[in-house]
């Protein structure tokens, strides 16, 4: 088995697997796609679980899952990282946002499998100890919440908004934070939130 | 029972009043109190957990060996199933369990069987691999449809749809159309408003797990653990304390949640047959199709005034759906906020195959609000008055009129006519006022254990819920003030039928019902320790013992203790006093007032409503944390803008399925849509409880769909009288289309 991963997964493979269920154009690597297309070589993973590496909160971390699991599963079912919640699981309402490569995406519309060899951020990654991040100590002082269930969501989103842009103007957070529904609408204390961690940090 | 004298009222307004209190009570909190802990904007307690993830919500327990459940939904609007294969299901890797659920389904969504597998994926895979043989019956989804007599019949018997036709309070039509006919001025208006969800974010769900025992522990994402205990119980013929049931933390309950869903029942059916623990959460599309709704209503309102400007007639006739099952009773606010010598309600429940209503966060009052303050404008259009002074001549509660005048000096209602024409070519500006009606006194029924340990610890423990409302938050701080504590001294147990009992959190209720509670246990509680403090000092007689600032003090028996060396006076390992919630005494008034402004614009060209600033004055007597009674309101006043402008479920009237079950085509408001939020909480010392305190979570949504609308109509000339106010109604309103 040709493997390009470490962990002993081909790209050929996976893409096998997952170009059925999502559609080659999610996935980056236009040669593989081709490859797989021809149907030659070994078959597509699963539909049992298959064993690769995920890298959560700079720790590498062991996964058996079944190569359909959305990185939302398997941070939730496999890895025990239940902060990142599912409210849609069909990429509407931002509950399950994590930070990938610096950029925040709904983990519900991503396979685990295409995060593998990425830098995944989780809010349980988020504080040091007992210190808290500026932005999770600025929703807890401006009330960014009620029911708490989009908080997850919402801390990330605003932490990567901060990250790409320290001092956003009030649109701008709004802009930043529009993929991510609060049902229970604690907006106000989310914006000041937001705009108190900016100036913060 | 002893009398007492306290100082009720609000600024310019107080007055005494002398109250009968039970003896066991501490005495009420009034205007006079000098509170140090009670009235602070203190973060939530249990913020750390949720802003690190650690809080867990019923989707996020996990049991050893637990499966996971999922459930095959009819795809019809009106069905019966005619035989079911589920031997293939039940051979599916992974799968564990397959129950039927229901041969009869009345509405798209309806439950027909549920498997159990040991991943999720493999309960989906499960799923369609159950075949069913339907024979398809005639439904009905519309409204006016329904009404028509030859209509299929929803639930069989009567034609049409109907129930609960009833006229109340009540002149009869002659009546009013004579006092009608007798009037300075006269509107008669239809309101439409749609079926809205609840869409909390987390959906319905539960967690069951049999004991070895025959006992269940169940974890349910539920406004009310203990209707679920009992409703459980009667489901499997168990005693209630064989049934616990926990919610520590929950994603959201807006009234759908407020009792034993059917979830409950399949998982724990599921849970008896595999043996095992299991969870079974509500997807997006089934809490759409299946977890409640907001009825909708049709409402038309007849009115008249005089030559100046009184109510001669209120005279509503509405019907609405529920779906399959719950009542779309709207008439509340206009049966009680305006005084009238003529008026008349009649009403009808219309069923539908759809599925059933359940309470939502002011139950008709929020449908009934928009249609009354919409025709009450409308009216003093007619009478060439300003809505405001229009409104007060009509309303009785003077404690409205002081908020109008806070308000409307916020909301720069003086300026209202230049407003207008202030936004640019293309777009017009409005200003709307609407009033809010609601009880929020609570009542009786929970009880509270306050438990202070030798170490100075103190627990308090009510099996009440926190919604995200801060429950927990508040009644630590009133125990905190009662014990002379901060508030990180104090720890709160809630959501757990192990605790003592609390009702349901509806009805704005949780606030006003438990906080008196909490300071009689805390003050019973408090008393056991004054006396171990007093037994440790030989001859004590001392009657002036307080608790205030961290220490117990008496003057006359000269002692100044911390409140930790107070404590290891305790004999044994703690003192543990539990107190009930008494009935509400006369004190100042029951209800709450309140009302809201809203200011929009419209955009002309494509009819987009933006609501720009939203000013609310509530009052819900003794404020416990004036930031968490704001996130409340502000909740409400989003939920309400949401309601006005954005929300419906569109059913198909030809398959009589959802066609927007999911959180994209089903539109909330989110970022973009909030407008700036301006709230002024309104000192009202209520004086009937001990705490005084009344709840918030529903008087702040009833107001704001009225406000809105009026703002709209203010600025087009023209009234929109349907929700949710999309584009095309405001273009259609404009002659645009
Ligand atoms: S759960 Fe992923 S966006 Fe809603
Ligand atoms: S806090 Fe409840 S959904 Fe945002």
């Not at chain 1, 401006?142 to 989009?150: K, M, V």
């Not at chain 2, 009216?379 to 002074?389: C, S, V």
């Not at chain 2, 918030?696 to 949504?701: A, D, T």
């Given at each position: 088995m040709p493997a390009d991963r470490p962990d002993g997964i081909s790209r050929r493979d996976f893409l096998t697997v997952t170009g059925a269920l999502t559609g080659a154009g999610l996935l980056a690597g236009k040669s593989s796609a081709e490859d797989g297309a021809k149907g030659k070589g070994p078959a597509g993973l699963g539909p049992e679980a298959v064993g690769y590496?995920?890298?959560?909160?700079?720790?590498?971390?062991?996964?058996?899952?079944?190569?359909?699991?959305?990185l939302l599963d398997v941070l939730r079912n496999s890895l025990d990282l239940t902060g990142a919640k599912s409210a849609c699981d069909r990429g509407e309402c931002g509950a399950c946002t994590v930070i990938v490569e610096g950029r925040s995406v709904y983990a519900c519309m991503m396979l685990a499998l295409q995060a593998r060899g990425k830098e995944i951020r989780t809010v349980e990654g988020l504080s040091r100890g007992d210190t808290l991040h500026p932005?999770?100590?600025?929703?807890?002082?401006?009330?960014?919440?009620?029911?708490?269930?989009?908080?997850?969501?919402?801390?990330?989103s605003t932490v990567a908004l901060l990250e790409k842009t320290p001092s956003p103007s009030p649109e701008g957070i709004r802009a930043g934070l529009c993929g991510n529904i609060c049902r229970c609408a604690a907006y106000s204390g989310i914006f000041e939130a937001a705009a108190a961690a900016a100036k913060a940090k | 029972m002893g009398k007492r004298t306290i100082r009720v009222g609000y600024a310019g307004n107080y007055r005494e009043v002398e109250v009968n209190t039970p003896d066991a009570e501490p005495a009420p909190w009034d205007a006079n109190s000098k509170l140090a802990v009670v009235g602070k904007r203190l973060p939530r307690l249990e913020g750390k957990d949720k802003v690190t993830g650690r809080a867990k919500y019923t989707a996020d327990v996990k049991l050893e060996g637990m499966l996971i459940a999922r459930v095959l939904r009819s795809p019809y609007a009106r069905a019966t199933v005619k035989s079911i294969d589920l031997e293939k299901a039940r051979k599916m890797p992974g799968v564990k369990a397959v129950i039927e659920v229901d041969r009869e389904v009345r509405f798209h969504g309806a439950p027909v069987a549920a498997v159990a597998a040991e991943t999720e994926a493999q309960a989906e895979d499960a799923l369609a691999a159950i075949t069913v043989e339907w024979s398809v019956g005639a439904h009905v989804v519309d409204l006016e449809e329904a009404r028509k007599p030859d209509a299929p019949r929803v639930q069989g018997g009567k034609n049409p749809n109907e129930r609960g036709n009833e006229a109340q309070d009540t002149a009869t039509e002659d009546a009013c159309r004579k006092a009608l006919d007798a009037s300075h001025s006269t509107i008669d208006l239809t309101f439409r408003t749609p079926v809205v969800t609840h869409s909390c974010l987390e959906s319905h769900g539960s967690v069951v797990r049999w004991e070895a025992d025959g006992s269940l522990t169940v974890w349910d994402s539920t406004q009310a653990v203990f209707a679920v205990r009992d409703g459980v119980a009667r489901a499997f013929q168990l005693k209630a304390e064989q049934v616990r049931v926990l919610k520590e933390h929950m994603g959201g309950g807006f009234g759908s949640k407020l009792g034993m869903s059917q979830h409950t029942v399949m998982a724990a059916k599921l849970a008896r047959e595999a043996k095992a623990p299991v969870k079974l959460l509500l997807t997006r599309k089934e809490e759409h199709l299946a977890g409640g709704n907001r009825p909708s209503s049709v409402q038309r309102i007849r009115a008249g005034a005089d030559k100046d400007g009184k109510l001669t007639c209120l005279w509503l006739e509405s019907h609405g759906t529920g779906g399959v099952a719950g009542g779309a009773w709207c008439a509340g606010p206009l049966a009680s906020l305006y005084a009238c010598p003529t008026r008349r309600i009649w009403h009808a429940d219309v069923m539908t195959n759809a599925g059933a209503a359940a309470a939502f966060r002011a139950p008709g009052h929020v449908q009934g609000m928009f249609a009354l303050e919409s025709a009450i404008d409308?009216?003093?259009?007619?009478?060439?008055?300003?809505?405001?002074?229009f409104r007060k001549r009509n309303d009785a509660n003077t404690l409205r009129h002081s908020e109008y005048g806070e308000g409307a000096q916020i909301a720069g209602w003086e300026k209202r006519a230049q407003l207008r024409g202030s936004a640019g070519p293309g777009k017009a500006r409005g200003l709307?006022?609407?009033?809010?009606?609601?009880?929020?006194?609570?009542?009786?029924?929970?009880?509270?254990?306050?438990?202070?340990?030798?170490?100075?610890?103190?627990?308090?423990?009510c099996g009440t819920q926190d919604l995200g409302t801060g429950t927990r938050t508040i009644l630590a701080q009133v125990a905190a003030e009662e014990l002379g504590l901060t508030v990180n001294q104090v720890r709160v147990k809630l959501g757990d039928t192990a605790l003592p009992f609390s009702t349901g959190s509806g009805g704005s209720m949780t606030a006003p019902s438990v906080t008196p509670a909490v300071r009689s246990a805390a003050a019973a509680a408090l008393a056991r320790v004054i006396e171990a403090v007093k037994g440790s000092i030989p001859g004590c007689e001392a009657t002036d013992f307080a608790a205030r600032g961290g220490k117990l003090e008496s003057k006359t028996a000269g002692v100044s203790l911390g409140w930790a060396e107070a404590c290891a006076k305790i004999s044994g390992a703690n003192v543990s006093e539990q107190a009930t919630r008494s009935a509400n005494y006369q004190g100042f008034r029951d209800g709450t007032a309140g009302c809201q402004f809203a200011e929009v614009e419209v955009d002309l060209e494509t009819g987009h409503v933006?609501?720009?600033?939203?000013?609310?004055?509530?009052?819900?007597?003794?404020v416990v944390n004036p930031m968490l009674a704001e996130s409340q309101i502000c909740g409400g006043i989003i939920q309400g803008l949401s309601y006005a402008l954005l929300e419906q479920r569109v059913l198909d009237n030809a398959t009589g399925r959802m066609m927007n079950a999911n959180l994209s085509d089903y539109r909330i408001a989110g970022p973009k849509e909030i407008p700036d939020i301006r709230v002024v909480l309104f000192d009202v010392a209520n004086g009937r409880t001990n705490t005084g305190v009344m709840g918030?979570?529903?008087?702040?949504?009833i107001p704001t769909p009225g406000a809105i609308a009026n703002a709209v109509s203010h600025a087009?000339?023209?009234?929109?009288?349907?929700?949710?106010?999309?584009?095309?109604?405001?273009?259609?309103?404009l002659g645009k289309k």
């Open positions: 590496t995920l890298r959560v909160n700079g720790e590498d971390r062991a996964v058996s899952a079944e190569p359909r699991a959305t932005v999770q100590a600025a929703f807890i002082e401006h009330d960014g919440y009620q029911c708490g269930f989009c908080t997850p969501g919402q801390v990330m | 409308e009216l003093a259009g007619k009478l060439n008055l300003d809505p405001i002074e709307g006022v609407a009033a809010s009606i609601w009880g929020g006194g609570g009542g009786p029924g929970p009880q509270v254990r306050c438990v202070i340990s030798r170490d100075g610890s103190v627990e308090v423990q933006q609501v720009l600033r939203i000013v609310a004055v509530h009052d819900c007597g003794l918030i979570g529903e008087p702040s949504i087009l000339g023209k009234r929109v009288t349907d929700l949710p106010i999309t584009p095309d109604k405001v273009l259609a309103a």
